[in-house]
């Protein structure tokens, strides 16, 4: 590392410890006012001589609220994460009695685990490449999935109003009595992603076989997305069949490429719904997403309340070509090097905030979850006051989690290269795409501007012109340049962090996590016999969601999947899902659609 790079190095990391900087100010101030305070007690020392009741007044005071700015309280955790109870329907308490007792045969499950099977078995994979529905045949397996549909759940078809959006992607609308409550929205996607047909040999049944062996579904799309499709369909099914009809609306959602970033569904199923219901209609959306995990002492639910954005940057450099046998110091290809080094030599630093979703999911492991360990319980909670702490459990989670990096900041990864084309012609053109996910709590504008700053002083040495998102920022008029570097959003398609759905008190965040509590706690699985709390979650992706911002403040991404139920994670080999699970998954729909019918939490 040259002089010059390690100068610039440390300006990002004196940029990237803002916050550190602010903390650290800030406890300047309370020190500050604590002397203050300090020497008026003391300069007034024989007027307290003289008042002894002055003195213990004064003392309580100090105690109370002076000391805890500098040394740490524990607030209790019922403060700190506070947790609703379970709900279940009361109104609608028969028809969900009526379904509980169905989903427990034998005959139920087999026919629901064949419903997911039979999904599975059409390979509605979505291809990066393809064109918009109409212009690509392999779109047409769309069509097989809709037929299995229409056969599988008929009620649905017969009652539903179905609309085709962008040709494949499917609404539909279970119409309400009471046209004043804003429709329930649940989402879902049909596609799923490729399997590579090198690793086909590693599946241990077939990747589009749907089979069940007796524990397992197995298949691509039995854990992504295929359990929120069929799970809604299948309780729609059930609650027709035993003649359930709603008071709130019920809208049901599919797209047909989130696993492309949903530019020919999702963004389409949101047009027709603004066009169809407006702006904040949906009294809340639950899409894919977290779901929640067993362990010894508790189940943990984690329904995801925010997104971080997403940025591909392009970085291009245009030199000027030549014989290689007489080549500059530096080809296009070679200063591109330069430019990623810096990149990687500056990397985003992770921050805990306090007022971020991590942080939030961190105090409410601390304060309900006995496994924690006591090291962490107590680093998480005296974190709250203290600076020194706060900066011991960065360090602790940098360490001992794999995903402190991507849930505490931004990162970057140099994902894509192209440039040169033989070997005795100098590269015109270099360039790398670069993809970053967004911290929620910083934007594509900030992004843009540390980028800049960050790649600025290596187009400076290497004599390039930069231009930067459209502005120039180092020219070389005059002097000879050695080419350009040009930085770019490399889609079009920058992606905010998404805004944050609202916790706590609100009707919509408490109608989801009481019905959680409410489904876990009754259900009969082996191990689900103990306490379920809800902590706020994050994914390091983004779902089809990211295009729904305007339907609901209320969007919750939430499968109702047991982690320990999937055998091997999704988008890899042998994606198989516990049966059992998915009977689970059935039981939520089925509460959720039942609990916001009749709850005065939902608008
Ligand atoms: C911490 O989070 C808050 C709320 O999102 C935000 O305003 C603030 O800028 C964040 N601080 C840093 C350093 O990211
Ligand atoms: C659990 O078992 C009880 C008693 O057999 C039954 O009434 C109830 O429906 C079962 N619940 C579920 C979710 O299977
Ligand atoms: C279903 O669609 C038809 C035709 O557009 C319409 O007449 C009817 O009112 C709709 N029904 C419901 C329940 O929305
Ligand atoms: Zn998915």
Request: with cysteine; net charge negative.
């Amino acid at each position: 590392m040259g002089v010059e790079e390690a100068r610039t190095g440390e300006a990002y990391r004196r940029f990237d410890i803002a916050l550190a900087e602010e903390d650290r100010r800030s406890t300047q101030r309370k020190k500050i006012i604590f002397a203050a305070v300090f020497s008026a007690f003391w300069f007034s020392a024989r007027y307290i001589f003289e008042h002894p009741n002055f003195l213990k007044s004064t003392f309580n005071k100090a105690s109370k609220e002076l000391l805890p700015l500098l040394w740490n309280n524990e607030a209790p955790s019922s403060a700190i994460c506070p947790q609703t109870t379970a709900l279940a329907p009361v109104k609608n308490s028969g028809y969900l009695g009526t379904l509980e007792a169905e989903y427990a045969t034998e005959e139920f499950r087999l026919q629901a685990y064949e419903s997911l099977g039979g999904a599975i078995r059409v390979p509605t994979i979505a291809y990066d490449d393809l064109a918009p529905p109409g212009q690509d045949e392999r779109w047409e397996i769309f069509e097989d999935l809709h037929a299995y549909l229409e056969q599988r759940f008929p009620l649905v078809h017969q009652n539903l109003n179905k609309t085709h959006v962008n040709k494949f992607a499917l609404v539909y609308h279970w119409q309400g009595s009471d046209d004043s409550l804003k429709p329930t929205l649940l989402t879902a996607h049909q596609d799923v992603v490729p399997v590579e047909p090198l690793t086909v040999d590693e599946w241990h049944h077939p990747p589009f076989s749907g089979y069940y062996d007796g524990e397992y579904i197995w298949g691509r799309g039995s854990c992504d997305d295929k359990p929120g499709l069929i799970g809604t369909f299948t309780a729609v099914e059930e609650l027709l069949r035993i003649g359930f009809k709603p008071t709130r609306s019920v809208v049901l959602a599919y797209g047909i490429d989130e696993e492309r970033g949903g530019i020919s569904g999702a963004t389409a199923i949101r047009d027709y719904l603004l066009a169809t219901y407006g702006e904040n209609a949906f009294s809340i959306l639950v899409d894919e997403g977290g779901g929640y995990r067993v362990t010894d002492d508790v189940i943990m639910s984690t329904p995801g309340v925010a997104e971080k954005g997403k940025f591909d940057v392009r970085f291009e450099i245009s030199a000027p070509g030549g014989h290689s046998s007489v080549p500059p110091e530096h080809t296009s290809i070679g200063m591109l090097a330069h430019v990623i080094k810096q990149l990687e030599d500056n990397p985003h630093v992770a921050h805990l905030n306090r007022s971020g979703i991590y942080y939030n999911l961190l105090q409410c492991q601390a304060a309900h979850d006995p496994g924690l360990s006591p090291r962490l319980r107590e680093l998480i909670q005296r974190s709250l006051k203290s600076h020194l702490a706060l900066s011991a459990l960065e360090a602790e989670l940098a360490k001992s989690d794999r995903l402190f990096g991507a849930l505490a900041g931004t990162t970057q990864a140099a994902d894509v290269i192209r440039g040169g084309v033989k070997t005795n012609a100098l590269p015109e053109h270099a360039e790398v795409i670069v993809n970053h996910r967004i911290d929620i709590h910083s934007s594509v504008g900030a992004l843009k501007k540390r980028i800049t700053a960050v790649v600025q002083p290596v187009a400076a040495r290497l004599g390039l012109d930069l231009d930067a998102f459209g502005e120039t920022v180092v020219s070389n008029a005059g002097q000879e340049s050695a080419g350009q570097l040009k930085i770019s959003d490399a889609f079009g398609t920058a992606l905010e962090p998404a805004p944050i759905t609202p916790m706590g008190d609100s009707g919509p965040f408490k109608l989801l996590s009481g019905t959680i509590i409410g489904v876990l706690g009754a259900s009969n699985r082996t191990g689900y016999d103990k306490k379920t709390f809800i902590a706020p979650g994050m994914s390091t992706g983004n779902t089809d969601t990211k295009h729904y911002w305007k339907l609901t403040k209320h969007i919750f991404r939430y499968g109702h999947i047991n982690s320990a139920d999937s055998f091997n994670g999704a988008h890899t080999v042998n994606e198989a899902l516990r049966a059992e699970g998915f009977i689970e998954a059935i039981r939520f729909f089925t509460w959720i659609i039942l609990n916001a019918d009749e709850s005065p939490l939902l608008e």
